[in-house]
């Protein structure tokens, strides 16, 4: 009798745990990434080069000028503030990003004033409409606005331009591409004299920009 118990419960085990097992192996296996690349479901709207260049724009807010959902406001000439919201949201509810660098000042409101932010050497600008905060945090609660100027080509090329208002524009760019990496390196300055926005004086607003950029990537 106890050894007839015994052979029982062994079966009983033997039956259970081939029990857990087949439903084990009907789980649902889920994976999770920490990549936050090519995970936004909503299309993203794409400035090219080319884009750029039809749009005559050497000023990122008038590459963004026209965009769906975009609306931008400058306060008086070149350098001003210059606001960029998605949607009717606050300019810092847009996270905006170079090169994987963000942009966004905690200093500012958590917001990135467009005044002084130069086109030179970008190759591409784009735009993802909606809530990103899952993804890229809570700066991007309307969108994201994501610029890069890693090289397409090799390049290199001279810009010099000028206008009324003593306005002086230069730009020279350099760019390699290798099968072990790329490299780019932009130098511009923009100055002009401006002109009087106010209804009061003389006094014109001038402005001076000098920007630097490298973008270096070396494959391993």
């Given at each position: ?7 029982l419960k ?15 192996s ?18 993203a ?6 884009d ?28 001003g503030?210059?606001q ?12 905006v ?11 500012f ?11 030179t ?40 331009a ?54 270096v990537l070396?494959k391993i």
């Amino acid at each position: 009798m106890h050894l007839g118990f015994i052979v029982l419960k062994r079966l009983l085990f033997v039956t259970a745990a081939c029990a857990l097992h087949a439903g084990a192996s009907k789980l649902e296996t889920i994976s999770v990434y920490a990549s936050r690349l090519n995970m936004s479901i909503q299309p993203a709207t794409l400035l090219t080069e080319k884009d750029l260049e039809i749009r005559k724009a050497y000023h990122n807010a008038d590459a963004l000028r026209g965009l769906p959902g975009i609306a931008i406001s400058q306060a008086g000439n070149r350098g001003g503030l210059t606001q960029v919201r998605v949607r009717g949201a606050e300019a810092n509810h847009v996270k905006v990003i170079l090169d994987g660098i963000e942009l966004n000042n905690p200093g500012f409101g958590d917001e990135y004033g467009f005044g002084h932010l130069d086109l030179t050497g970008v190759n591409r600008v784009e735009l993802i409409n909606g809530p990103q905060s899952s993804i890229w945090g809570s700066d991007a609660l309307a969108g994201l606005i994501y610029i890069d100027s890693s090289p397409v080509e090799n390049i290199s090329r001279i810009d010099i331009a000028g206008g009324s208002h003593t306005t002086r524009d230069a730009s020279f760019t350099v760019s390699r591409l290798s099968e072990a990496g790329h490299f780019s390196s932009t130098a511009s300055h923009l100055s002009t004299a401006g002109t009087n926005i106010s209804r009061e004086g003389e006094e014109d607003d001038a402005y001076s920009n000098t920007t630097l950029h490298l973008n270096v990537l070396r494959k391993i």
